[in-house]
């Protein structure tokens, strides 16, 4: 049974920083992307950051600079590091992941499995 469980979540002031993990179980190691997506409220969901097998990355452009993807050596966890955070990144962050090589998407339509998301809040 594949599970994603993310923590981490919490309320900061701007310019303030945050660390989300995602716990990842059920998949075979070494095999999958893992991604970070954001609701935003009044908007569609939103790619924020993915990683892959080899350790490449891929940001949305609102967030490059500020916020860093990483995994552990196994992939059983993903991390995302935000810093230098504003108010526009206030919303829920689901962690998301497949089974893929390639890697190189933020498209949700292709991830299959979702964690159950955490709530971001960033105020002025």
Partial sequence: LVKLVESGGGSVQVG?????SCAASGYPA???????????????????????IDGRTLY???VKGRFTISQDSDQSTATLQMNSLRPEDTGIYYCAARLAVSCATL??????????GTQVTVSS
């Fill in 16 to 20: 303030g920083s945050l660390k989300l």
């Fill in 107 to 116: 498209d949700s339509i292709v991830f299959k499995n979702w964690g159950q």
């Fill in 30 to 52: 070494f095999s999958k992307c893992m991604a970070w997506f954001r609701q935003i409220p009044g908007k569609e969901r939103e790619g924020v950051a993915v990683i892959g």
């Fill in 60 to 62: 949305a452009d609102s």
